[in-house]
């Protein structure tokens, strides 16, 4: 089993559009959790961490739950502009400090006019 | 601007041959980061360090060495270059209390013919 597992998609939704992203991990001990952006051919961005309260960034909400071991990624009002691959990231198990992190696959969307 | 750099951003080269690629970043960034990028894999780490004269192995290290004799350089050399070696890589930085945050450079594309 991957240690982060994502959806690859592709996710092809019209502009205005509310998409969510699912991702699960293995690890229950893993500390930090990213969402990371990767436009065609270049390289991964951060795009916002995730906390266990929750967090929101403008359009992007992202949700962290602990107990079923996923983080999920919510963009309201699609631009095309968001249209990119989404790599969910997560810190290995009793890495937190460390600075290693594992990369799923990533789950592409696709905004259309 | 701070910024990391990868050279070059494209290369192609024959089976067997000796392949050095360049990472170099001004953030002053103790940790260090190679990973390489396939279809259906995602990232994945091939080799990482801490800080000058500190390397380790990552997942997919067979084949890869790296040294880091300064803060600022990592070069990533593929010993025997192998058609299997054909990919994306990304050398990224992180700064130890930053959360973790990985920036990445713009990559090297590499072809093994």
């Known amino acids: 089993r991957k240690e982060v597992e994502q959806d690859p998609g592709p996710f092809n939704v019209p502009e205005g559009a509310t998409v969510a992203f699912n991702c699960t991990y293995s690890n229950s001990a893993s500390q930090s959790f990213f969402w990371y952006r990767q436009d065609c051919r270049k390289e991964p961005k951060l795009l916002m961490s995730?906390?266990?309260s929750g967090n929101e960034d403008g359009r992007f909400t992202a949700q962290l739950n602990r107990a079923s071991q996923y983080i999920s990624l919510l963009i309201r009002d699609s631009k095309l502009s968001d249209s990119a691959t989404y790599l969910c990231?997560?810190?290995?198990?009793?890495?937190?400090?460390?600075?290693?992190?594992?990369f799923g696959q990533g789950t592409t969307l696709q905004v259309k006019p | 601007d701070a910024e990391i750099t990868q050279s070059p951003r494209h290369k192609i080269t024959e089976t067997g041959r000796q392949v050095t690629l360049a990472c170099h970043q001004t953030w002053n960034h103790n940790n260090m980061f190679w990973y390489r990028q396939d279809l259906g894999h995602g990232l994945r780490l091939i080799h990482y360090?801490?800080?000058?004269?500190?390397?380790n192995k990552g997942e997919v290290s067979d084949g890869y060495s790296v040294s880091r004799s300064n803060t600022e350089d990592l070069p990533l050399t593929l010993e025997s270059a192998a058609s299997s070696q054909t990919s994306v890589y990304f050398c990224?930085?992180?700064?130890?209390?930053?959360?973790?945050?990985?920036?990445f450079g713009a990559g090297t594309r590499l072809s093994v013919l």
């Open positions: 360090s801490y800080g000058v004269q500190d390397t």
């Open positions: 990224a930085s992180s700064r130890t209390g930053d959360g973790n945050i990985q920036y």
């Open positions: 995730v906390y266990s």
């Open positions: 990231v997560v810190t290995p198990h009793g890495s937190s400090n460390t600075g290693k992190l594992i």
